[in-house]
Antibody, heavy 121, light 107 residues
C-alpha cells in the first residue's frame, strides 16, 4: 500500500525558509522509474507543480520558482525534502507531495493529504 | 514551459448529463496527459493517464481522448459524486504543467 505524508510548519514568517518533508511508504525511490513531485495549491486557486526528484537523483523545478527551491531525497529514510527560500504571503498554500512513475508515464497516482502553510508575520 | 489551457473554466450540468471538458497544449505532447478530479479539502485523484487510459478503480463513465495538442475528458452520465473540479496535467517534459481547472457545478 502506497502512502505519502507531508510534514512541516503550519506558519512561517515572510523572508523565512520553508522546509517540508514527504515521508512515504509502499515504494522505493531507488526503484527505476519512481519519482516524487511537490505540488501546491493556494486557497481557492489552481494546482501548481513545483519540483520533482527521480530515482536517479535528477531534479527538475518550476521555471518561475527554481531560484528558490531545492529538492532532495533520503532513500534510506523514504523521505523527500523540499526547501523554499524567501517565503512571501503569496506562497500561502496547501503543499502536496505525490508519486509518479516517470518511465511508465502513468500519471501522478498517489498523493499525500497535503499540508497547509500560511505565510504571515 | 508548455501551457495547458482548459475550457470551460466552469460548467453547470445536471445529474445524467453528458459532459465534455477540453484541454489544449501550447505544443505537441504526444499522449502524455492526465486528468484529475479534486473535491473540496481533498487531494486530487487520478482519473485518466496517457490521455485515454482509465486508472484502476475509476468508473467507466469517465473517458479521455486526444493526442498532440487537443484532449478531452468526457463523463458520459453525471453522477452526484462527480461534481468537483477537474484538472489536466502534461508530463511530456519539464516543467510539468497543470491546466487552470474546470469547476463542475450542479445546475
Amino acid at each position: 500500500q502506497v502512502t505519502l505524508r507531508e510534514s512541516g510548519p503550519a506558519l512561517v514568517k515572510p523572508t523565512q525558509t520553508l522546509t517540508l518533508t514527504c515521508t512515504f511508504s509502499g515504494f522505493s525511490l531507488s526503484t527505476s522509474g519512481m519519482c516524487v513531485s511537490w505540488i501546491r495549491q493556494p486557497p481557492g486557486k489552481a494546482l501548481e507543480w513545483l519540483a520533482l526528484i527521480d530515482w536517479d537523483d535528477d531534479k527538475y523545478y518550476s521555471t518561475s520558482l527554481k531560484t528558490r527551491l531545492t529538492i532532495s531525497k533520503d532513500t534510506s529514510k523514504n523521505q523527500v525534502v523540499l526547501t523554499m527560500t524567501n517565503m512571501d504571503p503569496v506562497d500561502t498554500a496547501t503543499y502536496y507531495c505525490a508519486r509518479m512513475n516517470c518511465i511508465a508515464a502513468a500519471g501522478i497516482d498517489y498523493w499525500g493529504q497535503g499540508t497547509l502553510v500560511t505565510v504571515s508575520s | 514551459a508548455i501551457q495547458m489551457t482548459q475550457s470551460p473554466s466552469s460548467l453547470s450540468a445536471s445529474v445524467g448529463d453528458r459532459v465534455t471538458i477540453t484541454c489544449r497544449a501550447s505544443q505537441g505532447i504526444r499522449n502524455d496527459l492526465g486528468w484529475y478530479q479534486q473535491k473540496p479539502g481533498k487531494a486530487p485523484k487520478l482519473l485518466i493517464y496517457a490521455a485515454s487510459s482509465l486508472q484502476s478503480g475509476v468508473p467507466s463513465r469517465f473517458s479521455g481522448s486526444g493526442s498532440g495538442t487537443d484532449f478531452t475528458l468526457t463523463i458520459s452520465s453525471l453522477q452526484p459524486e462527480d461534481f468537483a473540479t477537474y484538472y489536466c496535467l502534461q508530463d511530456y517534459n519539464y516543467p510539468i504543467t497543470f491546466g487552470q481547472g474546470t469547476r463542475l457545478e450542479i445546475k
